[in-house]
C-alpha cells in the first residue's frame, strides 16, 4: 500500500476482570433500564469495511462496504454524512452497487416512501448529505457498496497534511460487529521522511488495533459510536490541494486553529490521548490489583448509610420518652373507644378488623345491641353432630345518637344486616359478605373517622416518616446522578463506570433498603406524643396485665362490668384469649351467666362458649368482606473532530 510506514501496529489492550467488570455493569444498566423493542422486524450490523483512497489534488474517494442481517421485511436504508468542518460530499460522485451490481439512480430522499427497487438517490440533508437507496429483502444478509468522493477532507498546514476521516459515526442506533478501515495514499513516502507521518485511531479506548500503515480493526463497535482514524503525512504526498482545505482557512483551521504550521500541535494532541489513556488503564489495573479489599469495601457503602440513618430515625423518632407508669395496670386507664386504643397502640393511627370486632363487642356491653345466649347444632360430614354455644343479636331500643363517629360507624356496619329476628355472631362474617362493596363502603369511612380523631388529639409524632421519605429522596438524587455519572463515562468506549457504579449503585441500593426498612418497621418511625405517651404505657400495662394469668388469678376483677371491658380492650390489645381462660377459670358463674358478650356452657367446659377460636373466625370473616368489596383496578445519543461519519438506518 502506498505511504506504508515500519512502525509496529498498536493495539489497545483489555484485562479479563475488565472486561468481566464491563460485561457485569452492562447487565445491570440492561436489567434496570432496557425495555421491549416494539416491532415484527429488526436488523443488525455483522461487519463493515471503508476504504479511503486520498487523491493527488487532496479530495478522498471513499468505499464503504455495509453487512446489513435483516430480520422480517426490509425495503430501504440511509446513509447521513455530516459535513462539519467544511467538508463536503460531492453528490454527483455517490454510487450504490451490491456485489458488484449497480443500482440505478432514482427515487425519493423521503425515508419509507415508495420507489424502485435496486435504486439509489443522493441529496442534501441537514447541513450534510443523505444517500438512499432501496432494495427487497426478508430475513437475510445483504453486503451495500456506498462510493462518494469528499472534498476538503484533507487538512493542509505549511509544514504538514492532515487527513481527520471518521470512519463510523455516531448516529446509528445499532452496534456495529468487526470495522475494518484503511487509507491509501497516492504515493509512497520516503524514508527521509517517515518520521513525519503517524496514524493514530480516535477513541483510543476502543478495542482495536491501528497500524502505521494506515489500516484500522475494531472488533465491536457499539451503538451510537464513533471510530476515527487520523493521519498526518509530509505536504509533498499531493500534488496540488484543489480538492482540499487550506489550514490557514478559517472554515478548514477550526481544529488546530488558525496558523500555517500544525504539525507540532497535533503531535502534542496525541501524545496527551496517548497519556489519558495510559492513566485510564492504570486505574483499572489498580482497581483489579486492590479487588480483594475494594469489594469488601463497597458492600459496606452499600449497606451501611442506609442501615445507620434507619437507625438513628428508628431511635429518634420511634421510641417513647420513658414514663413511671407502673409495669401492670389492672384496670382500662381510660374509657376511650376500643377502636381509639387500638390505633393509639398500632402508633399508625390506622386500625384494622380486630378494633372493629373490640368497638362491637363493647356496643353489645353498652347496650346498644342486645344479646342472647343461644346453641346451635352443627353436623358434621362424618355424620355425628356438635353442639355449638352461640350468641344471638337483635337490635336494642337504645339509640346511637350519641355515639361518635369511631363508635357510630361500627353500630352502622352491623345494624344493617340484624333482622328483626336477630342475627348469629358466627354469622354476621357471611352476611358483611354477601353485602360486601357496601360494607366496605361503611368500614373505609369508619376507618377514616378513626384515622381523623387520632390526628386531632395528636397522639402520633410522625416527624420520623418526614426524615425516612427525606432519606429515600436523598438516596433516590443520589442514584439518579450516579447513573448520569455513568452515561458520560460510558460515552468512551471500553471504560468501565467506576465513577457512576460506584455512586449510582450504593444510592439505589440506599433506597430500596430504606424503603423495605420503613415499610416493614412502621412503628420505628412513629412515636407518641403530648399526653399519649403516659396514656400508651398505662394501656401496654394493661396488656402485660392480662397476658400473665398468674396476675389475673391472684387479683381478679370485681365486677361483670370490669370483666366484660377487660374482654373488649383486650381483643383489641390482642390478649383476648388470655382473658376468656382467665374468666373461664376465675370467674364466677353467675357473673358470667349475666354477661353480654361472655358465654361459658359449665358443663362443657372450655370451649363451651365464647373461644378465641371463635373471635378469630368472626375477625376473618370481617376482613373476608373487606377484602371482597375492595374495588379493583383493571386495564385492558485529541478526538471527535473527524470529517464523514454520521449513521444510518434502514426500514
Same mark, same amino acid.
Given at each position: 500500500m502506498a505511504g506504508r510506514s515500519t512502525k509496529s501496529a498498536t493495539r489497545q489492550r483489555r484485562s479479563p476482570a475488565g472486561t468481566l467488570l464491563r460485561a457485569v455493569a452492562g447487565a445491570a444498566v440492561l436489567l434496570v433500564f432496557a425495555s421491549p423493542v416494539a416491532g415484527a422486524k429488526s436488523y443488525t450490523l455483522p461487519r463493515a469495511s471503508v476504504t479511503a483512497y486520498v487523491q493527488p489534488d487532496g479530495s478522498v474517494n471513499v468505499a464503504e462496504n455495509i453487512t446489513? /442481517?435483516?430480520?422480517?421485511?426490509?425495503?430501504?436504508?440511509?446513509?447521513?454524512?455530516?459535513?462539519?468542518?467544511?467538508?463536503?460530499?460531492?453528490?454527483? *460522485?455517490?454510487?450504490?452497487?451490491?456485489?458488484?451490481?449497480?443500482?440505478? $439512480?432514482?427515487?425519493s430522499l423521503t425515508l419509507g416512501a415508495p420507489g424502485p427497487v435496486d435504486s439509489f438517490v443522493a441529496g442534501p440533508y441537514n447541513g450534510g448529505t443523505r444517500i438512499v437507496w432501496r432494495y427487497a429483502a426478508t430475513d437475510q444478509q445483504r453486503t451495500f457498496t456506498i462510493t462518494y468522493r469528499m472534498v476538503g477532507l484533507v487538512k493542509v498546514y505549511g509544514d504538514t497534511d492532515e487527513l481527520n476521516l471518521r470512519v463510523w459515526g455516531d448516529q446509528w442506533t445499532v452496534g456495529l460487529g468487526p470495522l475494518h478501515a484503511e487509507v491509501h495514499l497516492p504515493r509512497e513516502i520516503p524514508a527521509s521522511q517517515q518520521d513525519r507521518f503517524h496514524v493514530w485511531m480516535h477513541p483510543r479506548s476502543l478495542d482495536g488495533t491501528v497500524s502505521p500503515a494506515g489500516m484500522l480493526d475494531v472488533q465491536h463497535v457499539p451503538a451510537q459510536q464513533y471510530v476515527e482514524l487520523r493521519m498526518v503525512f509530509p505536504t509533498n504526498v499531493l500534488s496540488s490541494t484543489s480538492g482540499a482545505a487550506l489550514g490557514a482557512n478559517?472554515?478548514?483551521?477550526?481544529?488546530?486553529?488558525?496558523?500555517?504550521?500544525?504539525?507540532?500541535?497535533?503531535? /502534542?494532541?496525541?501524545? /496527551?490521548?496517548?497519556?489519558?489513556?495510559?492513566?485510564?488503564?492504570?486505574?483499572?489495573?489498580?482497581?483489579?490489583?486492590?479487588?480483594?479489599?475494594?469489594?469488601?469495601?463497597?458492600?459496606?457503602?452499600?449497606?451501611? $448509610? =442506609?442501615?445507620?440513618?434507619?437507625?438513628?430515625v428508628a431511635r429518634t423518632y420511634g421510641r417513647d420518652?420513658?414514663?413511671?407508669?407502673?409495669?401492670?395496670?389492672?384496670?382500662?386507664?381510660?374509657?376511650?373507644?376500643?377502636?381509639?386504643?387500638?390505633?393509639?397502640?398500632?402508633?399508625?393511627?390506622?386500625? =384494622?378488623?380486630?378494633?372493629?370486632?373490640?368497638?362491637?363487642?363493647?356496643?353489645?356491653?353498652?347496650?346498644?345491641?342486645?344479646?342472647?345466649?343461644?346453641?346451635?347444632?352443627?353436623?358434621?360430614?362424618?355424620?355425628?353432630?356438635?353442639?355449638?354455644?352461640?350468641?344471638?343479636?337483635?337490635?336494642?331500643?337504645?339509640?346511637?345518637?350519641?355515639? $361518635?363517629s369511631w363508635d357510630r360507624g361500627v353500630y352502622d356496619g352491623i345494624e344493617w344486616i340484624v333482622p328483626e329476628g336477630g342475627v348469629l355472631v358466627s354469622e354476621i362474617g357471611n352476611e358483611l359478605k354477601a353485602r360486601a362493596q357496601a360494607f366496605y363502603k361503611m368500614y373505609?369511612?369508619?376507618?377514616?373517622?378513626?384515622?381523623?380523631?387520632?390526628?386531632?388529639?395528636?397522639?402520633?409524632?410522625?416527624?420520623?416518616?418526614?426524615?425516612?421519605?427525606?432519606?429515600?429522596?436523598?438516596?433516590?438524587?443520589?442514584?439518579?446522578?450516579?447513573?448520569?455519572?455513568?452515561?458520560?463515562?460510558?460515552?468512551?468506549?471500553?471504560?468501565?463506570?467506576?465513577?457512576?457504579?460506584?455512586?449510582?449503585?450504593?444510592?439505589?441500593?440506599?433506597?430500596?433498603?430504606?424503603?423495605?426498612?420503613?415499610?416493614?418497621?412502621?412503628?420505628?418511625?412513629?412515636?407518641?406524643?403530648?399526653?399519649?405517651?403516659?396514656?400508651? =404505657?398505662?394501656w401496654d400495662g394493661l396488656r402485660r396485665y392480662l397476658a400473665d394469668f398468674s396476675r389475673i388469678k391472684d387479683a381478679p376483677p370485681a365486677s361483670l362490668i370490669l370483666w366484660e371491658q377487660l374482654l373488649v380492650y383486650g381483643i383489641v390489645l390482642g390478649v383476648a384469649d388470655e382473658v376468656l381462660k382467665a374468666a373461664q377459670m376465675v370467674a364466677p358463674k353467675d357473673m358470667m351467666d349475666a354477661s353480654h358478650v361472655y358465654?361459658?356452657?359449665?358443663?362443657?367446659?372450655?370451649?363451651?362458649?365464647?373461644?378465641?377460636?371463635?373471635?378469630? *373466625?368472626?375477625?376473618?370473616?370481617?376482613g373476608r368482606a373487606v377484602a371482597a368489596g375492595t374495588p379493583h383496578s383493571s386495564g385492558g445519543g485529541g478526538g471527535g473532530f473527524g470529517g464523514g461519519g454520521g449513521g444510518g438506518g434502514a426500514w
Open positions: 446489513y /442481517a435483516f430480520s422480517g421485511t426490509f425495503q430501504g436504508a440511509w446513509r447521513d454524512i455530516p459535513s462539519r468542518f467544511g467538508e463536503r460530499v460531492d453528490e454527483s *460522485s455517490v454510487r450504490v452497487s451490491e456485489n458488484g451490481r449497480p443500482y440505478s $439512480p432514482g427515487g478559517p472554515g478548514g483551521a477550526s481544529f488546530v486553529g488558525a496558523s500555517d504550521n500544525a504539525y507540532d500541535t497535533i503531535i /502534542a494532541q496525541e501524545n /496527551a490521548s496517548d497519556a489519558a489513556e495510559a492513566a485510564r488503564l492504570a486505574r483499572v489495573k489498580r482497581v483489579e490489583h486492590n479487588l480483594p479489599w475494594l469489594i469488601p469495601l463497597f458492600l459496606v457503602l452499600l449497606f451501611a $448509610p =442506609a442501615l445507620l440513618i434507619f437507625r438513628f420518652p420513658r414514663t413511671d407508669t407502673p409495669a401492670y395496670v389492672h384496670e382500662p386507664p381510660s374509657d376511650d373507644s376500643p377502636a381509639l386504643v387500638g390505633a393509639l397502640m398500632r402508633e399508625s393511627g390506622a386500625v =384494622a378488623e380486630r378494633e372493629f370486632l373490640g368497638t362491637f363487642f363493647d356496643l353489645i356491653r353498652r347496650g346498644y345491641f342486645n344479646s342472647a345466649h343461644e346453641t346451635t347444632v352443627h353436623k358434621h360430614i362424618l355424620g355425628h353432630d356438635e353442639v355449638i354455644s352461640d350468641l344471638r343479636i337483635t337490635k336494642a331500643p337504645k339509640a346511637p345518637d350519641d355515639l $361518635p373505609t369511612e369508619w376507618k377514616q373517622s378513626v384515622e381523623h380523631e387520632v390526628r386531632r388529639r395528636g397522639w402520633i409524632d410522625r416527624r420520623g416518616n418526614i426524615v425516612w421519605g427525606g432519606t429515600l429522596v436523598i438516596f433516590l438524587l443520589i442514584g439518579v446522578v450516579g447513573v448520569l455519572v455513568g452515561v458520560h463515562e460510558a460515552k468512551t468506549p471500553g471504560t468501565i463506570p467506576f465513577g457512576g457504579i460506584g455512586i449510582g449503585v450504593p444510592g439505589a441500593t440506599g433506597f430500596v433498603l430504606t424503603l423495605v426498612l420503613g415499610l416493614a418497621m412502621p412503628r420505628s418511625l412513629t412515636r407518641h406524643s403530648g399526653d399519649a405517651v403516659d396514656l400508651a =404505657a398505662k358465654w361459658i356452657n359449665g358443663s362443657a367446659g372450655y370451649g363451651g362458649g365464647l373461644t378465641m377460636l371463635q373471635l378469630g *373466625s368472626l375477625t376473618s370473616g370481617i
